[in-house]
C-alpha cells in the first residue's frame, strides 16, 4: 500500500550556479561519500555530466524527503539518503543510519525515477509499506482515508 508519493523538478542551472558559488562544499552536502566519488569521476570526464549527477540526486532526495512525509528535517538528510543504481541501471534508494532505522522499523521500501535534460532534473518516488500495516499509523496519507 502507499505510504506517501513525492516528486520533484530542479532547475539544472541553479546547481551549476551553486557548485560555481561554492564549489565541492555544495556537493559534499548533497552527496553521500559513494556519491561524492561518482561525481567527482563524471566531473573530471566532462564537467556537465557531474552538474547534471548532482542535480538528479538533490532532486531525488527531495522527492524522497516528500515521500515520507518529513521534508528536510531529522531523520531525513542529504547524506543518510544515497540514490544509487542496479547493474541494469533501475535507480534505487539506498539509507544510512538512523534514516534507515526510521525506515526499516516502519517496513518501508521505495521506488524511485530520475530524469533530466539540459536545464532541468526531475524525480518520482513512491514509498510503500505492507498491507498489514494499520492505516491510521504514522504515515502521511494514513490518517486521511
Known amino acids: ?15 551549476r550556479q551553486s557548485l560555481a558559488r561554492h564549489g565541492e562544499r555544495f556537493a559534499r552536502k548533497i ?4 556519491e561524492l566519488a561518482t561525481w567527482r569521476t563524471r566531473s573530471a570526464r566532462w564537467p556537465e555530466r557531474g552538474v547534471r549527477y548532482l542535480a538528479t540526486r538533490f532532486s531525488a532526495k527531495e522527492a524522497f524527503s516528500k515521500a515520507i512525509g518529513l ?3 531529522m531523520p ?9 543504481k542496479l547493474p541494469s541501471g533501475q535507480p534505487t534508494v539506498h539509507l544510512h543510519g538512523v ?20 536545464d532541468y ?16 499509523d504514522d504515515g502521511p496519507g494514513g490518517a486521511r482515508l
Open 76 to 84: 531525513m538528510t542529504w547524506r543518510l539518503c544515497e540514490i544509487g
Open 99 to 118: 534514516l534507515r532505522t526510521w525506515f526499516e522499523q516502519r517496513g518501508l521500501s521505495a521506488h524511485v525515477s530520475l530524469t533530466d535534460e539540459s
Open 121 to 136: 532534473a526531475a524525480s518520482f518516488v513512491v514509498v510503500e509499506y505492507p498491507k498489514s500495516m494499520n492505516l491510521a
Open 31 to 34: 552527496l553521500s561519500d559513494a
Open 1 to 15: 500500500m502507499i505510504y506517501g508519493v513525492g516528486t520533484d523538478v530542479c532547475d539544472v542551472r541553479r546547481i
Open 71 to 73: 521534508g528536510m528535517r
